[in-house]
């Protein structure tokens, strides 16, 4: 075994060749050779290989060096999985161009591609980081919002509504707050009540993580599975009716294995 960076990885020896007789003998002729007659066949091994034949011996260094490569591609495999049970297979999200549609669904679920990485700053803790990891296995309605917009403005009480009325079946609502002042966009939320969390981010950096997306596209709501998916987006203000319906078809989809607690948020 040698060591390389850290990690361990098998040395397969080498294989050992083996003579069935000396280079450079042959057979003895016999009579019937001295005498014109058919020569008889060479000697041939116990397995039936002629003189000179090579074997590769395989030792028990060589078969346990084999077995550990095996083991290592088996857990290589694993390591990709998102829930513990298969290789994973979930693609990453990027965004298409819908062709002027302001509503744009990814069924079956399978065809979906996951977003990755989407994280930033609480609007009212500027040292605390929230994002998606803090609602594994929910689903997650993300709002992009500015509290200088006007449609913004009047979805919240819907998103609100969403937020009360999902919760307890493991649905959050995560705002974005994009080209806003940090106190002003503060003192919109408590005006008005509204309860789930933001990120606040002034230049739209969290939407890297939506590969392709238009950043200056305000207000829009993405709906993402409990695998963190993009079920649905709309490129335009909501309305409820519309949302929750699609929130509650996402929410009744299966759970993947290990998700969060209904209800369970970042605390």
Not at 42 to 58: E, I, M, Q, S, V
Not at 123 to 136: H, M
Not at 221 to 244: C, G, K, M, N, P
Request: contains cysteine; hydrophobic residues 35%; glycine residues 10%.
């Amino acid at each position: 075994m040698i060591r390389s960076r850290g990690r361990q990885r098998a040395t397969i020896p080498r294989c050992r060749t083996l003579r069935t007789s000396r280079p450079g003998t042959s057979p003895v002729a016999t009579g019937a050779d001295r005498g014109g007659g058919p020569r008889p066949r060479a000697r041939r091994d116990a397995d039936g290989a002629p003189p000179g034949t090579r074997r590769c011996r395989t030792g028990p260094a060589l078969r346990a060096a084999l077995a550990l490569l095996a083991v290592s591609a088996l857990l290589s495999g694993c390591a990709n999985s998102t829930d513990g049970n298969a290789p994973s297979s979930i693609k990453e999200f990027t965004f298409t161009a819908p062709g002027g549609q302001p509503r744009i669904f990814y069924d079956p679920p399978d065809s979906r591609g996951q977003v990755r990485g989407l994280a930033g700053p609480d609007l009212f803790d500027p040292a605390k980081t929230i994002g998606l990891q803090d609602f594994r296995g929910q689903v997650v309605v993300l709002n992009i919002w500015g509290a200088w917009c006007g449609p913004c403005r009047a979805e919240m009480p819907d998103l609100q509504l969403i937020q009360e009325q999902m919760a307890p079946r493991g649905v959050t609502v995560l705002g974005i707050d994009v080209r806003d002042e940090r106190a002003a966009a503060r003192d919109f939320i408590t005006s008005r009540g509204i309860t789930y969390p933001s990120i606040f981010d002034q230049a739209g950096r969290s939407l890297l993580a939506l590969d392709g997306f238009p950043r200056n596209t305000v207000p829009s709501t993405i709906v993402l599975d409990r695998r963190h998916r993009v079920a649905a987006v709309y490129l335009t203000a909501i309305r409820f009716s519309e949302l929750i319906a699609v929130v509650q078809r996402v929410a009744a989809e299966q759970a993947p294995t290990g998700a969060a607690p209904a209800g369970q948020g970042p605390s």
